[in-house]
């Protein structure tokens, strides 16, 4: 299995902990950190928009991409969500291999 982290901003952390909560629960996501204080600034709709926001640090597997995108995309507040994933290149051996246990 490929190790995978998924990153996804919410609008609050109430959001981000029932989807955090979902995601481990149904075993498509080993652990989900929820990170507050993240600014960002973006186009939306032709306007510049300046949000405060938390920052999902979901870590999955490439075979349970899917899985997470949809339920992220099922449980989320923005009609466009960030859900993006990067590999996990190198990692401590038994911590990747307990994230690997965790989602089977």
Request: hydrophobic share 45%.
């Amino acid at each position: 299995m490929n190790e995978i982290i998924v990153l996804c901003t919410v609008d609050s952390a109430e959001s981000g902990e029932r989807i955090a909560a979902a995601l481990v629960e149904s075993r498509d996501a080993a652990c989900v950190n929820i990170i507050s204080g993240v600014r960002s600034i973006y186009r939306w709709e032709g306007k510049l928009c300046r949000d405060a926001e938390f920052l999902l640090v979901i870590k999955s597997v490439a075979d349970k991409f899917e899985a997470v995108r949809e339920q992220i995309r099922r449980m989320h507040t923005y009609q466009v969500p960030e859900v993006i994933a990067v590999p996990i290149a190198f990692g401590d051996a038994d911590y990747l291999s307990w994230l690997r246990e965790s989602v089977n």
